[in-house]
C-alpha cells in the first residue's frame, strides 16, 4: 500500500503539476458517505413504488392480474435503481468537476491522468464499473496493488483520485505584507476558492516562482492576464482594494493555502 503517494504531470506550458493520490481510506470514508446518501435516496423511490404497486394491485389487480402488475414494477424499480445508482455518481462527477458529496467532504477529487477535469465520457465509465469494483472488494484490492492506486474503473476511464488540500508549505518566493494583508480581506470576500482547481493553483504557484526570471513586459502581460483567469474563476466581482496583479496572485497562494 502507497502512503502519500504524489504523482507529477507536465503540461503543454511547462508547468509541473504534482498531486497526493487519495490513498484508500479517503476513498473509503468518501463511498461510506456516498452510499448512505444513496441509501437514503433509494428507500425513499422503494416507499413509492409500494404505494404505487398498492394503489394499481387494488384498482386494476383483477383486470390485469395481481402477479403481471408486481411483475412489471418490480422490473421498473429494478432498471430505476440502477439508473440511480450510476446516475447518482455520473451527475455529480460531472457537474462538481469530479466530486460528489461523499468526495467534497473527505476533500479528494477524481481527474484525468493528465490533469484536467472528467468529463461525461470518464465519469460515466467509472460509474458503470464501480459495481464490478465492489465485488469481493476487487476495486480495493486494485488500489492497493497499482502503483497509481488506480481501481478497475479508473483504469479503463484514464482517471485518478486526489486529493485537494494543497500542501501549505512556506513559498520558495517572496510574499508582500500587502499581500498578506489582501489575502485576509478576501478570505472574508465572496470569493470561492473551491473552484479554484489544484492544476490552476499550480499555474499560480509556478509564475510566482518563475516571474524573476521574467522581462518586465512579459511579466507584466503574463500577471494581469492570470489574474483576470483567477478573479472569474473564484467568482470576485471587484478586489477588496485596488491592488496590481502580481500582488493579488500572492494573496490568493495565501488565501487558498489557509482556506
Not at 91 to 105: A, D, H, M, N, S
Not at 159 to 181: H, L
Request: aromatic share 10%; no cysteine.
Amino acid at each position: 500500500m502507497h502512503i502519500f503517494n504524489r504523482v507529477t504531470h507536465q503540461t503543454p506550458e511547462s508547468v509541473e503539476l504534482e498531486f497526493t493520490l487519495a490513498g484508500i481510506g479517503s476513498r473509503a470514508w468518501a463511498l461510506v458517505i456516498d452510499y448512505n446518501v444513496l441509501a437514503a435516496i433509494l428507500i425513499g423511490f422503494l416507499l413509492i413504488i409500494w404505494v404505487i404497486s398498492s394503489l394499481l394491485v387494488g384498482s386494476w389487480g383483477s383486470f390485469f392480474g395481481t402477479r403481471n402488475i408486481e411483475l412489471w414494477l418490480g422490473a421498473i424499480a429494478f432498471i430505476t435503481i440502477f439508473a440511480i445508482y450510476t446516475g447518482y455518481f455520473v451527475f455529480f462527477e460531472t457537474l462538481w468537476q469530479g466530486q460528489t458529496p461523499g468526495k467534497r467532504l473527505a476533500k479528494i477529487r477524481v481527474i484525468q491522468d493528465d490533469g484536467r477535469l472528467i468529463g461525461l465520457q470518464q465519469a460515466t465509465l467509472r460509474a458503470l464499473i464501480r459495481s464490478v469494483d465492489d465485488t469481493f472488494f476487487v476495486g480495493a484490492l486494485l488500489i492497493m496493488l497499482t502503483k497509481k492506486e488506480k481501481r478497475l474503473g479508473d483504469l479503463l476511464a484514464g482517471t485518478i483520485v486526489i486529493q485537494t488540500e494543497v500542501s501549505t508549505n512556506s513559498a520558495s518566493f517572496p510574499v508582500s505584507s500587502k499581500a498578506q494583508e489582501i489575502a485576509m480581506q478576501l478570505q472574508q470576500s465572496q470569493a470561492n476558492f473551491s473552484q479554484l482547481l489544484p492544476d490552476e493553483f499550480a499555474t499560480i504557484r509556478d509564475y510566482l516562482q518563475r516571474r524573476s526570471q521574467m522581462t518586465p513586459k512579459a511579466k507584466k502581460e503574463v500577471s494581469l492576464q492570470l489574474a483576470k483567469q483567477t478573479k472569474a474563476i473564484i467568482g470576485l466581482d471587484k478586489l477588496p482594494t485596488p491592488v496590481e496583479p502580481d500582488v493579488f496572485l500572492e494573496a490568493v497562494y495565501l488565501a487558498y493555502q489557509q482556506q
